[in-house]
């Protein structure tokens, strides 16, 4: 068999399976995921699902538990030291800070 | 083996989805519409502003392919009021912005008609336009945004152009413009900011700090008289009253309390509970109520003509089936573009979970950010964040309550441009 024709049907049964996996998912309806309606509170600023590009951090894929320690970093500080990002800390607790950070952490860039 | 026989081997519809996903995944850092979430319904969206455009674009993320999205606009581009009293002082252009709706369109296939909403039939599920379309919907979302009450005295087209309120980002914004521009040194310019709630809260105060910091320089000995009928300076207060009594002295006059009974737009005289004040230029921004479609539905029944909805989906309290958004919305979130965005997105969510049969959230947050400028090269900032109460049923203000930038800085002026690009790429794109 040619190599053409071997690259041909090894494609063909990529896309196939593909297409299998894509019908099988279509059946079910789930809830959204879990920390996704928290998160988008976030993307005004940082980009659909964490994905900034035009200043504020890229919050994409970053480890959920960097992503915490910081908010809760951020919602400790007084003062002049209150930035616009600490002072929306404050509206969270802590179970929906995690829920951001692990709903971010699983996005790509 | 060729490239047609490749494409009738492997069948051409599998090529093109595949392609397709390549191509969304190329474009993916702003999303693609998934094609499996086993959702279905017909979402028609009246008005494309802030909220409406958001909660499209994140109808169709959320939901998926099955959730079809009809927006209904009448203008072909949005303007951005956000920015906007930086046109006044020449610092930023109309055309940079306007927002149009190509691009949700075609990256997130919302079917864009161009159209104005008539009159809403919520109980047989359908959308009269003014060219006579009907369209049917499984869920309807309304976010017209404002319609402006009239002053005494304005009740004609020429007095509102003569004393506009550019308090829709547009031709009006052109006219103040101009009018600040042919000021004369020396001259009175007279803002009229009414009881709240209204639309931006921070924006009139902030007008009046830009205004005031270009006719320092371009019209020394010139005026900036504020008669608000607000108690007090309703956000940032403390940054305002720094930037009213220390940053501008001399220039801004800031009366609370303060009712306008008429104004003559031919003499440019105010009537006022203070007395009588001429002027060169008045800005006299007027009450406001929900956009005309919702009081012609019937829909505006909160006090003050607003509409009063359930803030976990954000559906009108008379019309189920019915989400109302943004500005013309009841609840006691500010009246601005940012929890506009906010709104839409729990409302999205919402929407996209009682057509899969699911229940809402039911533990909202949103949250406000706003940057102003003060001079042309300085900027303050606010943040609040409401939070579901379930003893109220409204969004409560938490923690902390409303946050005012500690300082007014150049670096704020910097971090504004990168707030509003990527709000607007978030709503837009």
Request: hydrophobic share 40%; charged share 15%.
């Amino acid at each position: 068999m040619s190599t053409t024709r071997l690259w041909v049907r090894a494609l063909s049964a990529t896309v196939l399976s593909l297409a299998a996996i894509s019908a099988q998912a279509q059946t079910t309806v789930s809830a959204p995921p879990a920390g996704r309606l928290l998160a988008s509170n976030c993307f005004q600023c940082h980009g659909y699902n964490g994905r900034s590009s035009k200043g504020f951090e890229i919050l994409a894929g970053e480890s959920a538990s960097e992503i915490y320690g910081e908010l809760r970093e951020m919602r400790q500080k007084t003062g002049k030291d209150v930035g616009i990002m600490e002072a929306h800390t404050h509206g969270y607790t802590d179970a929906q800070l995690k829920l951001i950070a692990t709903y971010l952490s699983k996005q790509t860039p | 083996m060729n490239r047609r026989d490749f494409f009738r081997f492997t069948g051409f519809g599998a090529s093109a989805a595949l392609l397709s996903r390549l191509a969304d995944a190329a474009t993916g850092q702003l999303g693609f519409v998934p094609t499996n979430t086993g959702i279905k319904g017909r979402v028609v969206v009246i008005g494309g502003g802030m909220a409406g455009a958001t909660v499209a674009k994140y109808l169709r993320l959320w939901g998926g392919s099955g959730v079809t999205v009809t927006l209904v606009e009448r203008d072909a581009a949005y303007t951005s009021n956000i920015l906007s009293n930086l046109v006044l002082n020449g610092q930023r252009t109309l055309t940079s912005l306007q927002f149009g709706y190509t691009t949700l369109a075609s990256r997130y296939g919302i079917k864009v008609v161009r159209g104005e909403a008539k009159a809403i039939d919520h109980v047989g599920h359908k959308v009269l336009l003014a060219d006579g379309t009907s369209l049917p919907y499984d869920r309807l979302v309304v976010a017209p945004g404002i319609e402006f009450n009239v002053i005494p005295g304005l009740e004609t087209a020429a007095a509102q152009a003569k004393v506009p309120h550019a308090w829709k980002a547009g031709a009006q914004t052109t006219t103040l413009k101009s009018q600040i521009a042919a000021m004369p040194s020396g001259g009175t310019f007279v803002m009229t900011i009414p009881a709240k709630p209204y639309r931006c809260p921070p924006g009139p105060y902030e007008r009046a700090c830009v205004v005031a910091d270009w006719l320092k320089r371009n019209r020394p000995g010139s005026k900036v008289i504020v008669l608000d009928a607000n108690s007090g300076i309703l956000a940032e207060p403390e940054n305002f009253t720094h930037a009213f009594d220390v940053i501008h002295q001399g220039v801004i006059d800031y009366h609370p309390g303060v009712t306008i009974n008429s104004i003559n737009a031919s003499t440019m005289t105010l009537n006022t509970s203070m007395g009588a004040l001429r002027a060169n230029v008045i800005n006299a921004i007027p009450s406001q109520r929900a956009g005309s479609i919702l009081t012609a539905s019937g829909l505006a029944n909160a006090p003050g003509q607003w509409a009063d909805v359930n803030v976990l989906t954000y559906q009108s309290t008379v019309a189920p089936g019915v989400h109302i958004i943004g500005d013309s919305s009841a609840t006691t979130q500010p009246k601005a573009g940012h929890i506009a965005n906010q709104e839409a997105k729990i409302c999205a969510d919402a929407i996209v979970r009682l057509l899969a049969g699911l229940s809402p959230d039911p533990a909202p947050v949103t949250n406000s950010a706003c940057y102003s400028p003060i001079t042309s090269q300085t900027a303050s900032w606010l943040s609040s964040r409401f939070a579901y109460d379930p003893a109220t049923a409204k969004m409560a203000l938490v923690a902390g309550g409303l946050v005012e930038a500690p300082s007014i800085s150049k670096d704020n002026y910097e971090e504004m441009f990168k707030w509003f690009n990527t709000l607007m790429e978030d709503s837009f794109a």
